[in-house]
């Protein structure tokens, strides 16, 4: 709390106040990020984001475990020393620290939940842990403040494509997720093929701006015009089928480089045809006003720009994060850190990292 240093130290230690600091911490993958942010309520400004990411997988076209722990345990103490001394504050104003414990790679989650909980512990400050794709729900928020609930929320990641109605903060409903590859690991898969380096999504989309939309009309996966409510697959997604039909496409190509950015244009205009076609039955279905998108996927223009043309005429208004806040990042951490904060929750020293889980506060479809 701001006016007095840090939280007061006794069983009522955290409990809200005008004004709260809190220093978030994200490892879950392949980016060591902190950041700092004050206030209260949805009043909540951020005072600082470091993001160092880890451009060795590059390397290897994909995410390695090992390397990428490794790369956490080198850069978390001096990222977290920059996001500090940049909101111009120090260890000892914070009143609490969230950080990321699921989901992700253990190894990496395990370097900031180390971390945050040594702080936590040596200050005497409260440890929250954070769900990663909570985080992402809370990520549009910090920069639109019309960005809270309720809403119906699209989270497009590397790992998780989850369509949900946001009736309140901590109150979800999980209405669909992917059945295979999520949305971003499909536009990864697809770039690999394609020759496109990794992680590949801002290529395809380069690429497909170029392309012809009708040479490689791709079939939109799992989006029957007639399909209702009440068919398993209303909501769902499934996108290594069209994963399949790119990799047929390349392999019947005679020119592959004469071909790319047509196949590129197909793909993405399925993938984005889909996301679409879902988001706007769970607004129309709840009668959301906002649509609320999140995770690395949401950096497409291309997909904002085609949510936006389906709803807007309907009075739905779109909102999302710069291409920053969108990607991994410790604001968005913290940020949700923030809720669970006010909502009174505490992690112990026990707390432990996990591969998956799903996120909290879900209530029945
Ligand atoms: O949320 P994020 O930073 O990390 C995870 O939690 O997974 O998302 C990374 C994903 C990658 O699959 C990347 O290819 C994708 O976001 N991505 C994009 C674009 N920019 C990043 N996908 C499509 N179009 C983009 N412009
Ligand atoms: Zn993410």
């Known amino acids: ?46 005072k600082s984001l470091v993001i160092l990411s880890q ?20 850069s978390i103490v001096p990222v977290v020393e920059r996001a500090l001394s940049e909101a111009g504050t120090s260890l000892d104003s914070l009143d609490a620290i969230a950080v990321t414990n699921t989901p992700g790679l253990v190894g990496a ?82 770039a690999k093929l394609l020759g496109l380096p990794y992680p590949g999504g801002r290529y395809i989309e380069q690429l497909a701006a170029t392309g012809n939309p009708k040479r490689f009309p791709f079939a939109r996966p799992m989006v029957r015009r007639n399909s209702q409510p009440k068919d398993g697959d209303y909501y769902a997604f499934s996108f290594s089928g069209l994963k399949t039909a790119v990799l047929n496409a390349v392999r019947d190509s005679s020119s592959i480089e004469d071909d790319k950015a047509d196949i590129a244009r197909g793909f993405q205009d399925s993938l984005i045809d889909t996301l679409v076609e879902k988001t706007a039955r769970a607004a129309n279905a709840f009668s959301r006003q906002r649509v609320v998108l999140g995770g690395g996927v949401a950096c497409n223009r291309t997909l904002a720009a085609a949510m936006r043309a389906r709803l807007e005429g309907d009075g739905v208004t779109v909102f999302t994060p710069s291409p920053r806040l969108a990607t991994d990042n410790a604001a968005m951490i913290a940020r949700a850190g923030f809720f669970r904060f006010e909502q009174g929750e505490r992690a112990g020293l026990d707390l432990n990292a996990y591969a998956s889980s799903p996120i909290p506060g879900l209530v029945a479809a």
């Not at 006794?10 to 106040?17: F, H, L, M, Q």
């Not at 990663?132 to 990641?157: I, K, N, W, Y």
């Not at 790992?159 to 990864?188: I, M, P, Q």
């Open 109 to 190: 989650l395990l370097v900031g939940v180390s971390y945050g909980k040594a702080l936590a512990f040596s200050r005497d400050i409260p440890l929250i842990g954070v769900h990663h794709m909570e985080g992402h729900l809370f990520a549009a928020a910090l920069e639109h403040r019309d960005a809270v609930p309720p809403f119906t929320a699209l989270l497009v990641s590397g790992g998780h494509t989850l369509l949900l109605d946001v009736e309140s903060w901590g109150r979800y409903k999980l209405l669909g997720a992917t059945r295979d590859d999520a949305a971003g690991e499909a536009f990864d898969k697809v």
């Open 55 to 74: 451009d060795i997988h590059r390397v290897f076209g994909g995410v390695v475990p090992e390397i990428a722990s490794r790369a956490h345990l080198t």
């Open 1 to 46: 709390m701001r006016d007095g240093g840090r939280g007061t130290g006794d069983a009522g230690r955290g409990k809200p106040t005008a004004m709260t600091r809190i220093l978030g911490i994200e490892t879950s993958c392949d980016e060591t990020s902190a950041a700092v942010l004050e206030g209260s309520g949805d009043d909540v400004v951020q």
